[in-house]
């Protein structure tokens, strides 16, 4: 079954602590995206990922980071977490030629930072 | 600034009815333009497209309107059905990256 998943899909940790979401796509696509989901603000990409070793900022990059060693995994790393953090995480990948738009995603990530 | 707004937070509507889902956007670049659906505790999944070379474009029961002069979306479902309840978001933007609205929280009563 073709999808994108993430994992843990719920995580409740205390500042500064250290985390990393995983996020992996059986689906060859070449691009990733992280995005977070805030009450009326929709989602807001933090990173892409055009290809392996080809990673960009988003729209909100401030405090996360990324890393593409592989074409299948994206994991995203919070170094030291605030609670502004707090969000919804969703991981999502595509083509990146034909229907390049239509991204999938995966089934999302709750994080609470205390 | 917000590229990609929905005005309207939430909407019900009868079953059986039509549901007109709004959309506005500021960037006139845009070439793409795409509605997703999403339901509580999942992922976005994709509905529909339009590309900004048409004006219209049909998948079943849904239907995308693209009015350029007035940098105008919608989205219309007809008839409405309860498994239609869900949160919709419009997005455009690149390859590179989607910039998505707040999202519309659409409600069918039975």
């Known amino acids: ?114 | 600034d917000q590229q990609v707004k929905q005005n309207s937070p939430s909407l019900s509507v009868q079953e059986g009815r039509i549901s007109i889902l709004n959309c506005d956007y500021t960037n006139s670049m845009f070439d793409y333009f795409l509605w997703y659906k999403k339901y509580p505790a999942e992922g976005p999944t994709f509905l529909i497209s339009i590309s900004s070379i048409k004006d219209k474009n049909e998948d079943g029961r849904f239907t995308v309107f693209l009015n350029k002069s007035a940098k105008h979306l919608s989205l219309h479902i007809v008839p409405s059905q309860p498994g239609d309840s869900a949160v919709y978001f419009c997005a455009t933007g690149s390859a590179r990256q989607l910039t998505f609205g707040s999202g519309t929280q659409l409600t069918v009563l039975p």
């Open chain 1, 1 to 114: 079954e073709a999808q994108v998943t993430q994992n843990p899909r719920y995580l409740i940790t205390v500042t500064g602590k250290k985390l990393t979401v995983t996020c992996s796509q059986n689906m060859n696509h070449e691009y990733m995206s992280w995005y977070r989901q805030d009450p009326g603000l929709g989602l807001r990409q933090i990173y892409y990922s055009m290809n392996v070793e080809v990673t960009d900022k988003g729209d909100v990059p401030e405090g996360y980071k990324v890393s593409r060693k592989e074409k299948r995994n994206f994991p995203l790393i919070l170094e030291s977490p605030s609670p502004n953090q707090t969000s919804l995480y969703f991981c999502a990948s595509s083509f990146t030629s034909g229907r390049a738009y239509e991204q999938y995603f995966g089934p999302g990530t709750r994080l609470t930072v205390t």
